[in-house]
């Protein structure tokens, strides 16, 4: 016959807590379960039938029933367990920290797991399990770059007050150009890999066919793209893009271009002096991120670029059917 405990009571706010515990997503999933545990005792439900419904042995159930008898939902809280000392401290985190910041021994450009440990004289795994827990990533790399530009500030401030609150009746471009694209032939498809996945797939080996360059602006305000292609990224092939961009536009329609610090964009004061509706505007050295053709030229490579295959430069029929 079944054996049934003694009724278990608790009062209101103690009830709520334990709902609370057993309904969440985010708690210990042993904590859910040992507050289901006690609500199916409160229902005065018998210990082999609340064993069998969350599949646990019968002492399981008297343990933490009797527990929350003495101590309430405290006691549903491991206990403190005596063991065997940690190896591995506050200190060994420290040491690990510290000897990151060192020099690397010589021959080689940065740490990493196992020369960490013949450092420190320990196991790589105890290693491992320091970084992964302090989140450091030894193998991962991230770049940055910093303006050094005196006049960092006022030239920021110029282009971001162009695109926020442009002069009236002005059309604000962002220029830049994309040199050495290559046209490169090789075999492209798709592959499925050892785990049964389905993926792009491009041959190793290819034949080059030549570069070119992709001049584009980007008109701020509609976000239409002009762009010329030219075998060459030299002052000329900019004159003449900018020739054509311009000769877009009425003679009369001010224009406010805006661009970076490259040697092609400089030395213009005579082609300024011809078109005296064109002003430009220089992002500050290193801050050309400042340019928003930069995204158009990040979406373009990864739509068009990346993966591409042709026996000729005419085959980079992509660039050729953007507008101008």
């Keep these: 016959m079944s054996r049934k405990a003694a009724a278990l009571t608790c009062d209101e706010s103690t009830y709520k807590k334990l709902m609370k515990i057993a309904g969440s997503r985010t708690e210990e999933a042993r904590m859910v379960l040992r507050a289901r545990l006690i609500l199916a005792c409160l229902k005065d439900s018998k210990l082999k039938i609340i064993a069998k419904d969350y599949g646990v042995k019968d002492s399981t159930v008297i343990k933490w029933r009797e527990r929350f008898r003495i101590s309430g939902i405290s006691g549903l809280n491991d206990q403190v367990r005596s063991g065997k000392p940690k190896t591995y401290d506050k200190s060994f985190e420290e040491s690990v920290l510290k000897t990151l910041e ?56 110029d282009i971001v007050g162009l695109y926020l609150n442009p002069p009236e009746n002005a059309i604000v471009i962002a220029v830049d150009e994309k040199p050495t694209i290559q046209a490169l032939e090789r075999r492209t498809g798709y592959v499925i890999t050892r785990d049964k996945k389905i993926m792009k797939g491009l ?94 030229f990040g979406i373009f490579t990864r739509k068009v670029l990346k993966g591409e295959s042709g026996k000729d430069t005419l085959d980079l029929s992509n660039l050729n059917s953007i507008p101008l």
């Design 102 to 157: 060192q020099v690397p021994p010589d021959g080689i450009s940065r740490w990493d797991g196992p020369t960490v440990a013949r450092r420190l004289n320990v196991s790589e795994y105890a290693v491992w399990r320091c970084l992964r827990k302090l989140g450091i990533c030894l193998a991962r790399q991230r770049t940055w770059r910093i303006s050094t530009d005196p006049e960092f500030i006022s030239k920021a401030a």
């Design 203 to 296: 041959q190793s080996t290819y034949k080059r066919h030549g570069t070119l360059n992709l001049f584009a602006a980007l008109v701020v305000a509609s976000g239409q793209i002009k762009g010329k292609v030219t075998l060459e990224k030299k002052r000329v092939d900019f004159i003449s893009f900018m020739d054509e961009l311009v000769a877009y536009y009425s003679p009369i329609q001010e224009l406010h271009v805006i661009m970076d610090n490259h040697c092609i964009h400089k030395k213009l004061d005579t082609w300024l002096g011809i078109h005296p509706n064109v002003f430009f505007h220089y992002t500050p050295t290193s801050a050309s991120w400042l340019n928003m053709v930069e995204i158009w």
